[in-house]
């Protein structure tokens, strides 16, 4: 789950859609309650929310601000409807908190399959989507330009995202996966410019974010694993945010283009990314 959270992250980075990853969460976290007010498993709940919420974001949003608004609306809406299913909810108050924040020790045998089998199936499914998803994460006017379909590449990278959601509430519950999905990407686009390293280096901090906070979680004992994760994460990407601009100064105005640059900077590793894309 760590490894997948952290691949899927670095593409919401890239792409500008940590607003959405946010959303899904918080909208998983409907679904689940109508899951555990239904007697079945919170899981299906999620999923059958996060996918829908997906497809109406990547159909109905194109331009940052339509998308952000797009967003917003089906956000408010779904937080309406948690909070509607948890009041007339009325079993085990523990089902509820554990989709919410998460319980390394409320995962079965079954959980563990069920989080392995979608695991690979999406692992296989970013193998196959990877050149034409980076491409499109990048320049996506080329992209399109050059026939790849971004609108529909869109759709599913928000699917991807949907079922990661779905598959790690187990662990860290749908209030905090948003941790795993953007605190390793997040660092890992600091630290390395070429796009390939930054997907190895977001993975390594995924898993050891997951690993180490497993480990102070049972070794304090009562506070949740999803707390410890997100301090360590937290705690990591702080000074690599604030010490990244020595390392990553701009070149000397001699060496800049009369020419505007024709693809964003908002991250470190566009510009390189963008010449091995020409390249290739």
């Known amino acids: 789950m ?27 976290f409907a679904g689940a309650a109508g899951a555990v007010l239904l007697g079945i498993d919170p899981v299906f709940g999620l999923l059958v929310f996060t996918t829908s919420a997906a497809i109406s974001i990547g159909l109905l949003g194109k331009e940052i601000r339509e998308r952000d608004v797009s967003i917003g609306v089906i956000i408010a809406f779904a937080l309406g409807l948690g909070i509607l299913f948890l009041s007339l909810y009325h079993g085990y108050a ?8 998460g319980t390394i020790l409320g995962i079965s045998q079954t959980d563990v399959l069920v989080t392995a089998t979608f695991s690979l199936i999406m692992l296989v499914l970013l193998i196959v989507l990877f050149r034409p998803l980076l491409f499109s994460s990048f320049d996506p006017e080329v992209a399109q330009a050059r026939g790849v379909p971004v609108r529909l590449l869109s759709v599913l990278f928000l699917l991807l995202v949907a079922v990661t959601v779905s598959i790690s509430v187990q662990v860290v519950g749908v209030m905090l996966i948003f941790t795993l999905l953007v605190g390793p990407a997040a660092t890992a686009t600091r630290l390395a410019r070429r796009p390939f390293n930054a997907l190895i280096l977001s993975v390594l901090l995924g898993l050891s974010y997951t690993w180490l906070g497993i480990f102070l979680a049972a070794y304090q004992g009562t506070w949740p694993v999803s707390f410890f994760i997100a301090a360590i994460a937290f705690t990591v990407y702080l000074p690599v945010r604030l010490l990244s601009p020595l390392w990553q100064k701009r070149p000397s105005s001699s060496r800049i283009p009369a020419e505007p640059i024709q693809f964003s900077t908002s991250h470190p590793e566009h510009e390189t990314a963008h010449a091995a894309l020409q390249r290739s």
């Open 2 to 28: 760590a490894v997948i959270a952290a691949i899927i992250g670095y593409f919401l980075v890239v792409r500008g859609l940590t607003f959405a990853g946010h959303a899904l969460s918080h909208i998983g």
């Open 94 to 101: 523990e089902q509820a908190y554990s989709i919410l924040f």
